[in-house]
C-alpha cells in the first residue's frame, strides 16, 4: 500500500488534504474504518493532537491491485483560534485504516 497526497485546499480557515491510498501488490487490499493522522514538524515532533474520527464508519473498502481509495484530512488554518499558532508541518504521518505501520509524506501548508 502506497499514498499520495494532493495540494492543501485551503479557505475560511480550514485547511483540507486529500489522502489517497495505492495498492501497488498483485492481490486485492481491504480497509475498514479511519486513518490516524497526526501533523509532523521536521524535526520529528508532533504538531497538537493527532486527528480525531468524524462522521461515521464507512463499510470495508476493497482495493483491488492498481486501484485507489481516497479520504480527506480536514484540519484548521493556522491562527484562526485565541490559542498561539501551531507550527507548520513538514509531514503527515499516516497510519492506514487497521494498520500499525505508518506511512509518511512530506507536506507543504499554505
Known amino acids: 500500500l502506497m499514498m499520495s497526497l494532493k495540494q ?12 489517497t491510498f495505492v495498492n501497488k501488490s498483485t492481490g486485492a487490499c481491504a480497509l475498514r474504518g479511519f486513518p490516524g ?3 509532523i514538524k521536521r524535526d520529528g515532533g508532533v504538531i497538537g493532537a493527532p486527528a480525531e474520527r468524524e462522521g461515521p464508519a464507512l463499510p ?18 493556522q491562527g484562526v483560534t485565541d490559542s498561539p499558532c501551531w507550527d ?5 504521518k499516516v497510519y492506514p485504516p487497521g494498520s500499525k505501520d505508518a506511512l509518511t509524506l512530506r507536506t507543504a501548508q499554505p
Open 37 to 39: 493522522v497526526s501533523l
Open 8 to 19: 492543501a485546499d485551503s479557505g475560511a480557515g480550514q485547511v483540507y488534504y486529500r489522502l
Open 88 to 92: 507548520r508541518p513538514d509531514y503527515l
Open 60 to 77: 470495508q473498502k476493497v482495493i483491488q491491485p492498481g486501484k485507489t481509495a481516497e479520504v480527506t484530512l480536514h484540519t484548521a488554518n
